[in-house]
């Protein structure tokens, strides 16, 4: 069954790490690309952060540039989002979605989301 | 404030036609494929248009997207109350590395 679960969110404090997994099924991380979206509540969709499906081509968005890590295990057909330095306004449902090219495309699969928020 | 623009909201009457606005640039819209995104509250996005103007199977034919320069558009015809959704508009920049959606448009039908 192809589809993504995502894991790893919680209720953390400002300034600390949180790292989310997405675990994949279904296909191999080798022929796609991976993004991570984010969404605050009541929000629209924010890009996080993409690994392309050679591991080659890393992007992030600059709100998380220096702060984020995007990675990936192809042999556990999982990616990660590593968060350090979180802050308030990263309180955000954090999705993975498939991308059909290299980077760009189109996300024709995502996984249910995982909450993240950060409360002191 | 987001890169590509879409109106906040349009409304419609069932049966209706409405046509949704995704204005950008020539480092993303200009010069990338653009997709279409619907997301009912609570739930996850869903693919309705890719590269422009395909739709994915499941997609009935009531939906339709374009492009023309740096902008694109989607429609939606024979308005159904299940149609209520917010939609998003998203594609590529070449200048920025980095994938952009707009704003986001709440329909209300």
């Known amino acids: 069954q192809v589809q993504l679960v995502e894991s790893g969110g919680g209720v953390v404090q400002p300034g600390t790490s949180l790292r989310l997994s997405c675990l994949t099924s279904?296909?191999?991380?080798?022929?796609?690309?991976m993004h991570w979206v984010r969404q605050a509540p009541g929000k629209g969709l924010e890009w996080v952060a993409v690994?392309?499906?050679?591991?080659?081509?890393?992007y992030y968005a600059d709100s998380v540039r220096g702060r984020f890590t995007i990675s990936r295990d192809t042999s556990r057909n999982i990616v990660y989002l590593q968060m350090n330095s979180l802050r308030h306004d990263d309180s955000s449902v954090y999705y993975c979605?498939?991308?059909?090219?290299?980077?760009?495309?189109?996300?024709?699969?995502w996984g249910q989301g995982t909450l993240v928020t950060v409360a002191s | 404030q987001s890169v590509l623009t879409q109106p906040p909201s349009v409304s419609a009457a069932p049966g209706q036609k409405v046509t949704i606005s995704c204005s950008g640039s020539?480092?993303?819209?200009?010069?990338?494929?653009v997709s279409w995104y619907q997301q009912v509250p609570g739930t996850v996005p869903k693919l309705l248009i890719y590269?422009?103007?395909q739709r994915p199977s499941g997609i009935p034919d009531r939906f339709s997207g374009s492009k023309s320069g740096t902008s694109a558009s989607l429609s939606i015809t024979g308005l159904q109350t299940g149609d209520e959704a917010e939609y998003f508009c998203g594609t590529w920049d070449y200048r920025l590395n980095g994938w952009l959606f707009g704003g986001g448009t709440k329909l209300t039908v």
């Open positions: 590269d422009n103007d």
């Open positions: 690994i392309s499906y050679d591991g080659e081509n890393i």
């Open positions: 020539s480092t993303n819209i200009g010069n990338s494929y």
């Open positions: 979605a498939r991308i059909t090219g290299a980077v760009a495309g189109y996300f024709d699969l």
């Open positions: 279904g296909f191999s991380l080798i022929n796609y690309g």
